[in-house]
């Protein structure tokens, strides 16, 4: 209030100083708790802040010319005035239409504004003011607590709509059996217990509403998942399957449309902040303070974790040597200063301090260098030993490096669960012939696979150069090695290979069917 006195504002110099902090303080921390509640009430953050401006604007029109008018007119009952205050709007007008009256009047007669013996005057306002934004402070937070709590809005004020209404579930034909057996565990422990189960997800469901005239978006449809309390689960899919989504859902970011999850037996839609102490995330994209260091970063994701003292000492240094942030200074230096590498180094390592029971990890290697990723690798296969992960990527080599099992997601649904082996062995039932020749003997190469096996599928043709599938169990290997040595001794035979189907086949084996069932649902 000094500082604003030295302008010589006579609003703010000849009124009490105390009277004016306890008003404006009153009134701001009532505006946060009303921010609080009206959080609860929209679900979209324009039309939030669209009504909060039309409020601001409309109370002070409303304030200037009606309000005033009615405090000034002696036929207008006081009840009334009252009546009107308990809006925050016209409660915060009265307080400055008070303060400005004192100090006129104070200018032109008394030479003192507004003091704390004003207050008893009946033709004042503001002890009235004050009270009524107080207890308004205190209701509104403690119903805006309630209400978050009880997620009272996603009843009372979300429309459901039609897309919301559809079954979340894909028809069964589309459904592969370890889909469906997934879905049938889930469905059995909800009747027993979740015991020796870090994750499990029933029917889990997002659906986006509809934006600037687009039509409602369904990311994730309806996921069933259970993931013990060990091991590492992977989450394969091409760019907007749904896989952040999912775990948006799953570390708080956004509620679920349908369905639930539970995480160490707590549900995600009412023990989140229970969650949260046991949970680690390592997000898309990083989010640091460019101004902290690395170890900054560390000791205050460590205390969040209720780490404190030696301990958290421990754990940081032991964090910052797992992913070569230690040496050479790095540890000391500005996360700004950070490359793309270090960054992303420094979120896994975040997502991992405080010993988190189930950890979340969104693409980890994203932008890092062989060595810096092998060594990531080595840190996430200790760190699975005696925890849950979840983890995403578009590495094949890293899927099968790291995850126990792994769950191909196309177009919001899972198409198939297991491990890399069985989803090689079940989709994967052929060999890939690749031989290279002149382009005049095209031809020729092609009466020799065909002489092997009927069946065989051209994959690739490009210079000479051609890739067949063909059926593991229709052809042996020796068949293979004799008829490429009787080409050899006909034409030229530049190179050649046979190679098993890999993960990256299977992977883009099984986008590929699912679009049709994709396009359908």
Known sequence: MGLIGLYRLGFFTMNDYIIQFVFYFIYVNLQVSMAFLAATLFSNVKTASVVGYLLVFVTGLIGNFLFKALLEAPSFPEKWVIVLELFPGFALYRGLYELQMYAYEGSVVSSRG?????????????????????????????????????????????????????????????????????????????????????????????????????????????????????????????????????????????KPTSGTALINGLDIETHMHEIYSTMGVCPQHDLLW????????????????????????????????????????????????????MKRRLSVAISLIGDPQVVFMDEPSTGLDPASRNNLWNVVKRAKQDRAIILTTHSMEEAEALCDRLGIFVDGSLQCIADAKELKARYGGSFVLTITTTAEHDSDVEAIVNSLTPNAQKIYHLSGTQKFEVPKHEVRIADVFEAVEIAKNR???????????????????????AQPFARLS
Request: glycine share 8%; with cysteine.
């Open 290 to 341: 460019e101004t902290l260091t690395g170890r900054e970063h560390l000791l205050f994701y460590g205390r969040l974790k209720n780490l404190s003292g030696a301990a958290l000492t421990e754990a940081v240094e032991e964090s910052l040597k797992n992913l070569n942030l230690f040496y050479g200074g790095v540890a000391d230096k500005q996360a700004g200063k950070y490359s793309g590498g």
């Open 114 to 254: 507004m003091q704390w013996q004003d207050l008893d005057n009946p033709s004042n306002g503001m002890k009235e003011v004050i009270i009524i934004m107080f207890v308004e402070w205190l209701v509104s937070l403690v119903f805006a607590y309630f209400v978050d709590r009880l997620s009272f809005s996603r009843f009372c004020f979300k429309k459901p709509s039609t897309l919301q209404r559809i079954t979340s579930r894909l028809p069964s034909e589309t459904q592969k059996a370890d889909v469906i057996h997934e879905r049938e565990i889930v469905e059995q422990l909800k009747l027993a217990s979740t015991a020796g189960y870090a994750i499990v997800c029933d029917d889990i469901r997002k659906v986006y509403p509809t934006r600037d005239g687009n039509p409602p978006k369904v990311a994730v449809k309806g996921m069933s998942l259970a993931l013990p309390q060990t091991g590492c689960f992977g989450m394969l899919g091409p760019n907007g399957a749904g896989k952040t989504s999912f775990i948006s859902m799953m570390i708080g970011l956004t």
């Open 491 to 513: 034409f030229p035979v530049h190179a050649w290979g046979l190679a098993d189907t890999t993960l990256e086949d299977v992977f883009i084996k099984v986008a590929r069917e």
